[in-house]
């Protein structure tokens, strides 16, 4: 059954049910008030995004994660915390930055301990590849900031590597008051010694590149950059062929979700600390 969604006033659901995947999400109806966004990508059990949200009432935030588990427990704490300005979807994280959120509308991504994919034959399916700068440029409103952290080394240095290859960001320090506000997994990865690894890269507010730098609309600049935009050129494009497989890969792995009732809910990467100790 699809949760009842949360329009602006009284709150069912923290959950946005997603009515379409070649659409923009509507923000003016996700949120009561119209602030600047900011988007968590495999937001986990929420431990960050709950307090930061919180603490910045100014701001709306979206956490999107595939796991059902996960982002019910950003509904209950967001709930508990009477929360207005925090909303959950339960998507595939890469294709809703690219296709469902519109373009230019979030200040801030923020992206923690994104599954590493140590393996090297598995390394494509690393969130933070080649091609993310781009559809990040696409999703980051003027001067918005993407903020990275994780504790593997080799990963590190990918999103280090493919940030500077990237001439429309430039990279920041992360504010000390954002970096002190821990994630699940980090705090796990405290207790065990391990350090967080930060990096945080700001969208060029002039920037142009070189091929766009005339007066060049939204649609062209889409197609010259591979990044498809228009839902009706979505089929054909070989980025929304991927990302639908992504897409399978989530429901695949919200059938493994469901026939682990009552099992761990981690699949994909290792299980916190703090959610094997308790839960919320
Ligand atoms: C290692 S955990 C980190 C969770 C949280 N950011 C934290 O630091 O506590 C990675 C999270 O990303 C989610 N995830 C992995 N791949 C995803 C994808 N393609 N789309 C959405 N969520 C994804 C996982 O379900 C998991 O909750």
Redesign the pocket.
Known sequence: MQPETAPAGECLSLIHPLTSILDHVELGKLFPADLPLEV??????S??LVEYARRHAEHNFIG????LG?IRKLDRKGRRAGLMNLRGLR??????LEYLLPPHSAVAVH?????PWPKRKHRRHR?INERFPTVAQQALAPGGTVYL?TDDANYFEQMLGVFAAAPAFRPVDTPAELSAEL????KGFHARGIKSLLAAYCLITDYSPPHLASNINDRAAAAATGVGRGTPALKTDPGFAAASD?VQ??RNDADDERAQEGGPE?I???E?PQQKAHEV
């Not at 968590?40 to 059990?45: A, Q, W």
């Not at 992206?111 to 599954?115: E, G």
């Open positions: 968590e990508l495999g937001s986990g059990d431990t960050f999107v994660e595939r796991l996960r998507i595939e994280s890469a294709y809703f992206i923690y301990f994104p599954d969130l952290r994630t699940d997994f980090e992504q890969q989530h981690g994909d990467c290792e916190s």
